[in-house]
């Protein structure tokens, strides 16, 4: 599709088949048994994330031709990123927890322009949840066959403030945060996850110092502020994609300006 931006809702909806495929893949590789390497950064990664890889990158190569694709599995981070237009895929996130046959891993796929995510999907396969987004205002759940507009409006409690958090002991650093915004509780999740709960409204904040890759957040980030959330730096700058080593900023998600309400 030569004009992809006037054409973004069919191409994510012509990637929900392929993502959600993807997750079924990833489900029936792991019941015949996970093959698993050590990469060079002492991360693992299986033959379930080379399939996932290769089936979305497939089908993204057929949409968008001439687009350029990252993904966490070939990307050479020796080669400085010059690209302000391009998509990010990281076919499993939360890899760990794959191996281990937990259900909070996730496939992603995010198409990033001029720096910021636009198009994503987020496939949760062990939870039969799909996410996707094409724009402002159009971020959708499909579960249970259901589509639903997401719109981060609060499922909890009103009054109380929810966190989700990538470590099961968060640092001091974070547990001030949480104070400073009246956090109740928070709860650990190791994959994009984190994002797509903050966009259905089942949790109002997140906070992050700098860790992982552009590939593990985009699909999420696109999918959460798409709905309606809130995503600065820790400091209140702007999220940007495209950086040279691809590495994250530290990151707050806000479900929106008044979290407990």
Known sequence: MSNWRTNSSII???????TSFAGKKSIEIFKKGLKKIIKPDNSPVTNGDLEVNKILTDKIKEL????????????NLEKTNNLKTFWLIDPIDGTKEYI??????????????????TIGLLDVPKKNRLFYTF????????????????????KTKKGKVFAVSASD??????????????????????????????????????AAKERAYEWDYAAGHAIAENAGA????????????????????????????????
Request: one cysteine or more; a positive charge; proline letters at 4%.
């Open 12 to 18: 994510a909806e012509g990637l929900i088949d392929t």
């Open 64 to 75: 968008t031709p001439n687009i350029p694709i990252i993904s966490e599995e070939t990307v």
């Open 100 to 117: 281990k046959g937990q259900d909070e891993y996730t496939i992603n796929a995010a198409l990033v322009y001029n720096y910021i995510p």
């Open 135 to 154: 724009g402002k205002g159009n971020s959708f759940l499909i579960e249970n066959g259901n589509t639903k507009k997401l719109d981060c409006k609060k």
């Open 169 to 206: 002991k968060p640092s001091t650093m974070i547990l001030d945060i949480h104070k400073k915004y009246k956090v109740v509780s928070y709860t650990p999740m190791h994959s994009s996850y984190k994002f797509c709960v903050i966009a259905t409204g089942e949790f109002d904040f997140y």
């Open 230 to 261: 809130i995503i600065t730096t820790l400091e209140g700058k702007s999220f940007k994609y495209g950086k040279e080593d691809y590495k994250n900023l530290s990151l707050m998600i806000k479900r929106n300006k008044i979290l407990d309400d």
